[in-house]
T-cell receptor
């Protein structure tokens, strides 16, 4: 596979469940990002990882826990979510080449919290 | 903080030219990017302005004026496939992006 992939593509979970979102990039990039996209709202940056180190946490509630075990993989662990957390969760990556403003996005995971 | 404002919707006809504006408030940034997102799809990169002026990439051009806190995306020779949402985004440290509110472009035959 090439590019940025995300699994699962769709997820329905209850408020007491624990689940994880997975992102994988095959582009040799060294930075990875999690964004949240809710209806009628801009994409919201959640976390930034650079060289597998978290460099930014954009005031995200602790019920969202990111993990970056290596430069190709990024996870978002979810627990005790709220219905307002229902959204499209997008992963992106960036390398040292290319345009400075360019990130490569995955197709997203559509999350519904019941 | 940072914020970016865009018109919520724009409508144009096939073959026409359309301009999508973006005004922003920020204490500092590296550049302004533009992304396209089709319904249900991933955002895809279109253009980036690090300096003031016009950048041209095929049918798409992007403009930045730092003194006016303003930029725009210009789409020429519109095609039906250009119907999508368009986002401007400010680039900052750690190469993070802060996105605007998005503009839904509807291209009509």
């Amino acid at each position: 596979e090439t590019g940025v992939t995300q699994t699962p593509r769709h997820l329905v979970m209850g408020m007491t469940n624990k689940k994880s979102l997975k992102c994988e990039q095959h582009l040799g990039h060294n930075a990875m990002y999690w964004y949240k996209q809710s209806a009628k709202k801009p994409l919201e940056l959640m976390f930034v990882y650079s060289l597998e180190e978290r460099v930014e946490n954009n005031s995200v509630p602790s019920r969202f826990s990111p993990e970056c075990p290596n430069s190709s993989h990024l996870f978002l662990h979810l627990h005790t979510l709220q219905p307002e957390d229902s959204a499209l969760y997008l992963c992106a990556s960036r390398g040292t080449g290319g345009s400075d403003g360019e990130q490569f996005f995955g197709p997203g995971t559509r999350l519904t919290v019941l | 903080g940072q914020s970016l404002e865009q018109p919520s919707e724009v409508t144009a006809v096939e073959g026409a030219i359309v301009q999508i504006n973006c005004t922003y408030q920020t204490s500092g940034f590296y550049g302004l990017s533009w992304y396209q997102q089709h319904d249900g799809g991933a955002p895809t990169f279109l253009s980036y302005n690090a300096l003031d002026g016009l950048e041209e990439t095929g049918r798409f051009s992007s403009f930045l004026s730092r003194s006016d806190s303003y930029g725009y995306l210009l789409l020429q020779e519109l095609q039906m496939k250009d119907s999508a949402s368009y986002f401007c985004a400010l680039g900052g440290a750690t190469n993070k992006l802060i996105f605007g509110t998005g503009t839904l472009l509807a291209v009509q035959p």
